[in-house]
C-alpha cells in the first residue's frame, strides 16, 4: 500500500474547527474537542495535523495522574523533570515555544474531579496555547460535568462515517492498483465507513491481487465471495457481493 494522507471530510471540518480556535476572540477559550465512533480516523488525523503544527502529543493512561502529565510533557520539551517547580519550568516553556498540546484518550483525564484535565487548562490560561481532546462518543457529555473546563471549549468536531467519496479518494491515492467505482463502492460497504477498516481492506485487496496475479483494473468480479473483513464477533467474515445486474 502506498504512503500517503488522505484528507476526508472529517478532516476538513477537524481543519475548520483548528482554524476557529486559533481566531478566538477570548484567549482562555483555547479548547478543542474532537469525538466519535472507534476507526473514524480520529487519532491518524489528529496526530498528522499535529506533526505540521509542532504540536505536543500525549495518550493519556487510565491511571495518569497530575505529576505523570507534567513528567511526560517535560520529555517532549526536554524540560528538567525535577518535582520542584516543575510547573513553572514547563509553564516558562511552553509559553516561549506556543507549541499546541493534543490529548489522545482524553476520558482518562477525568479521573479524581479532572484532576489531570484542570492541570491542562492551567497550562491553556496561562500561556494561551491551544489544546485538542480527542475522545469517545461519550467524552462531551462528561465533560459538561466540569464547568471551568467546558466553558472554555471554543470548537467542538464530531467524527462521523466516511462517505463513498472518502473511501474511493482513499482507494485512489492508498492502493498499489487501480480499482473499479463498483470495487471501491463494496469497500464503503464493507467498512461501515470506518477508515482503519478501509485500510485493512486495501491491504487484503492488495495481498489477493498479487496471489492471483491479477493485473488491470480490480473490479468486483475479482474478489466475489472473498472475505475482506473479519467480523470478530461472529467468527465470521464479510466477502465481495457481485454487482446487480
Not at 477525568?110 to 496561562?126: G, N, Q
Not at 473546563?149 to 473511501?167: K, N, W, Y
Not at 469497500?187 to 495481498?207: D, K
Not at 468486483?220 to 473483513?229: I, N, Q
Request: proline share 2%; hydrophobic share 45%; aromatic share 6%.
Amino acid at each position: 500500500m502506498k504512503n500517503g494522507f488522505v484528507r476526508t471530510e472529517n478532516y476538513m471540518r477537524f481543519a475548520a474547527g483548528i482554524d476557529a480556535v486559533e481566531r478566538r476572540g477570548a484567549k482562555e477559550a483555547g479548547m478543542m474537542l474532537v469525538y466519535g465512533q472507534p476507526g473514524y480516523g480520529k487519532s491518524t488525523i489528529v496526530y498528522n495535523w499535529a506533526a505540521e503544527a509542532n504540536a505536543l502529543f500525549l495518550r493519556a493512561n487510565q491511571d495518569w495522574t497530575p505529576l505523570q502529565m507534567q513528567l511526560e510533557l517535560a520529555k517532549l520539551l526536554r524540560v528538567d523533570a525535577n518535582r520542584n517547580g516543575l510547573f513553572a519550568r514547563l509553564l516558562e516553556r511552553i509559553v516561549e515555544e506556543q507549541r499546541p498540546i493534543v490529548i489522545d484518550e482524553a476520558e482518562f483525564t477525568l479521573r479524581d474531579k479532572a484532576a489531570v484535565l484542570e492541570k491542562v487548562r492551567d497550562f491553556s490560561d496561562r500561556a494561551e496555547v491551544s489544546v485538542v481532546l480527542i475522545g469517545m462518543s461519550t467524552i462531551q457529555e462528561r465533560i459538561s460535568r466540569h464547568k471551568q473546563i467546558s466553558s472554555r471549549i471554543a470548537q467542538v468536531v464530531e467524527f462521523t462515517p466516511a462517505t463513498l467519496g472518502d473511501v474511493s479518494l482513499a482507494c485512489a491515492k492508498l492502493c498499489e492498483y487501480a480499482m473499479s467505482r463498483e470495487l471501491m463502492a463494496e469497500v464503503h460497504r464493507l467498512s461501515q465507513g470506518r477508515m482503519r477498516t478501509v485500510l485493512n481492506i486495501i491491504a487484503e485487496i492488495e495481498r489477493l491481487a498479487k496471489a492471483n496475479d491479477i493485473t488491470g483494473e480490480l473490479d468486483v468480479e475479482h474478489f466475489v465471495g472473498a472475505a475482506l473483513v473479519h467480523d470478530w464477533q461472529n467468527g465470521t467474515g464479510r466477502g465481495v457481493r457481485r454487482a446487480a445486474a
